[in-house]
C-alpha cells in the first residue's frame, strides 16, 4: 500500500508538469514559425534583391512570405500556420507598458511596428503586413525603416506567451519566452 500511495503521489506531480511543459512547447512552436518565416523572408529578400512581405493573419493564425516581383505582382512563397491553439495575441496579464520586451518595440497589439512617422500598423481585412528590404532591413510601405513586435500566445496561459522582435536597421530577428515575471531573450 505504502508503494502505491508513492507512486499515486509522483504520478499526480509528473500530470501537472506534464500540462506545464505541453503549454510551453505550444508557444515555442507558435514563436519558431514566425522566427523562420521572418528570418527566411530576410535571407530571401538579400538574395534574391526583391521585396519580401510578411503577412500575419488571425483566422486561422498564418504567417505568409510574399516575393513582390514587380509593383503589381507578387508570388506566395510559403503560408505556414500555427498548430496548437496558439495565436497572435498579448495575454491580458501583460498589457502593461511595463511588461513589453527588453527591445521596447510596443506591445498594444499583437502585431505592432514603429517607424519614424509613429506606429506602422499596415491591416488588410484581418492580417497585419511587413516586409523586408533587399538590403535586409524592415521597412514600412513608405520606404522608412521600421522597427516591431510580434506577440504570440494560447488563450488564458500567460506561460505560453512569446514575442519576436525585429530591429528594422539590421533586420535582425530575436526571439522571447514570458517565464511569468518577465521576458527572457532565447
Known amino acids: 500500500m505504502f508503494v502505491l500511495a508513492i507512486l499515486a503521489v ?7 508538469q506534464i500540462q506545464t511543459a ?10 519558431r514559425v514566425v522566427l523562420s518565416q521572418m528570418n527566411q523572408a530576410r535571407e530571401m529578400a538579400i538574395a534574391q ?3 519580401m512581405r510578411v503577412t500575419f493573419t488571425a483566422s486561422p493564425p ?11 505582382t507578387t508570388t506566395t512563397l510559403a503560408a ?15 498589457a502593461a507598458p511595463s511588461k513589453d520586451t527588453p527591445d521596447n518595440f510596443g506591445n498594444t497589439t499583437p502585431t505592432t511596428f514603429t517607424s519614424g512617422n509613429g506606429t506602422f500598423q499596415s491591416t488588410t481585412g484581418s492580417s497585419s503586413v511587413i516586409k523586408f528590404a533587399p538590403d535586409g532591413t524592415l521597412v514600412d510601405w513608405n520606404g522608412q525603416t521600421t522597427n516591431g513586435s510580434v506577440f504570440t500566445s494560447i488563450a488564458n496561459d500567460p506561460l505560453s506567451a512569446r514575442a519576436i522582435t525585429v530591429l528594422g536597421s539590421t533586420g535582425r530577428v530575436r526571439g522571447y519566452r514570458w517565464d511569468g ?3 527572457k531573450v532565447l
Open 22 to 31: 505541453r503549454s510551453a512547447l505550444k508557444g515555442d512552436a507558435a514563436m
Open 80 to 94: 505556414i500556420p500555427f498548430e496548437g491553439g496558439a495565436k497572435f495575441a498579448v495575454p491580458t496579464v501583460l
Open 62 to 72: 498564418t504567417v505568409y512570405v510574399v516575393r513582390e516581383d514587380t509593383t503589381t
Open 181 to 183: 515575471s518577465g521576458w
Open 49 to 51: 534583391r526583391r521585396y
Open 10 to 16: 509522483l504520478t499526480s506531480i509528473s500530470m501537472l
